[in-house]
Every structure is written in C-alpha cells, then in structure tokens.
C-alpha cells in the first residue's frame, strides 16, 4: 500500500466521527501592579517570600525562587530552592515550604502562599508561576485540608493572584483511586 493511499484512508475514517462535548477551562487571575494594592498581611508575606529568596542555593541555575507559606494558625514558614550537584535532588522552593509546613503542622491549613524570583540582575520582571511538580504538590494541600488558598506570583512588573491551585493545574492527577478508601 502506498503511503498516499494510507494518508486517504485515515481521512476518511477520521471524517466518520464528529466531537460529542467540548469543555472550555477558564482561570481566573488578579493583577496588581504593586503589593501595595494589596492587604497588610499579603504584603508581609510578600515581604517574607523576597527574604527567603536570599537565601536560595542555586549555584548553578543561579535562578533563586523563594516561597512564603501563610498557615491558618498563623504560622509563616518560608523555603527556597536548594540545588545539588546531581540535579534531580534538589527541590524547589515552594516544596521545600509547603513540605516543611505540612511536617510541623499536618492539621492546619493554608491560608496563602507567595512565591518570588530572582536572578543576579533582581527580582524577575514577570511574575514565576511553579512547575509542575508543585502545583501538584500545592493541588494535593488543597484538597488534603478541603480547602482552597491563594497563591500569588510575584515579578518586578506585577503581581498575579489566583484563588485556588485548580486554577494553575486544571485536569490534574488525583489520587483517588490510590486510596484503599476509595476502592
Ligand atoms: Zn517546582
């Protein structure tokens, strides 16, 4: 058979089904331009993020991300991120606060986290959301406590807010069917 003949084929199969449903996903995101548009509470967390940021070890992305994590018992834990030689063991900074949050206080929820990078010439110019590996991370926070929180994403030229990690990770993997629970 042909290659051409192949390719006509597939288009005529292809032809035969039309789409059932369509989902259009919607995020919603507030922007400020400065923190000062911003709560007393948000801006010290801000604030705190930028601390942690300094002292970031990442000496060879020399990428430095801080994450400051606002818990309901009014808790401010801070984490950045923290390179190694063999690339794969280090950890970012918002895991590193989210983990250490969940380890000292495993019942109490989050309230808020504010995320913040810089590079040798300052804080970045647009804000830095988290890879994927975090917002599954902060997803899994979120539905641990049955409670959504909002995540802000910080840059020199503005500041991003969403109110829920769903916002940042729709369609995500859940662990549902992992629970014998859920069986
Ligand atoms: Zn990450």
């Known amino acids: 058979m042909s290659p051409s003949r192949d390719y006509r084929i597939i288009t005529i199969l292809c032809a035969q089904f039309t789409i059932m449903k369509q989902l259009s996903l919607t995020t919603t995101i507030d922007i400020f331009e400065t923190a000062k548009e911003m709560s007393a509470k ?11 940021c300094k002292k970031a070890y990442a000496p060879y992305s020399e990428f430095n991300v ?17 390179e190694n030689a063999a690339y794969p ?26 995320i913040i990078a810089m590079n040798k010439h300052g804080i970045i ?17 979120e539905l641990r406590f049955k409670k959504a929180y909002d995540i802000i994403l910080v840059g020199q030229s503005s500041i991003q807010k969403v109110k829920s990690s769903k916002d940042l990770l729709p369609l995500s993997f859940v662990g549902e069917g992992l629970l014998k629970s859920g069986e």
């Open 42 to 52: 948000e801006q010290e967390l801000i604030k705190a993020a930028e601390e942690a």
């Open 66 to 82: 801080g994450a400051a994590v606002l818990l309901e018992n009014g808790e401010l834990i801070t984490g950045s991120n923290q």
């Open 89 to 114: 063991s280090g950890l970012c900074a918002e895991r590193t606060a989210i983990f250490y949050a969940n380890a000292q206080y495993p019942e109490t929820p989050v309230v808020s986290i504010a």
């Open 125 to 141: 110019k647009n804000p830095v959301a988290p890879c994927g590996a975090c917002r599954q991370v902060l997803l899994e926070t």
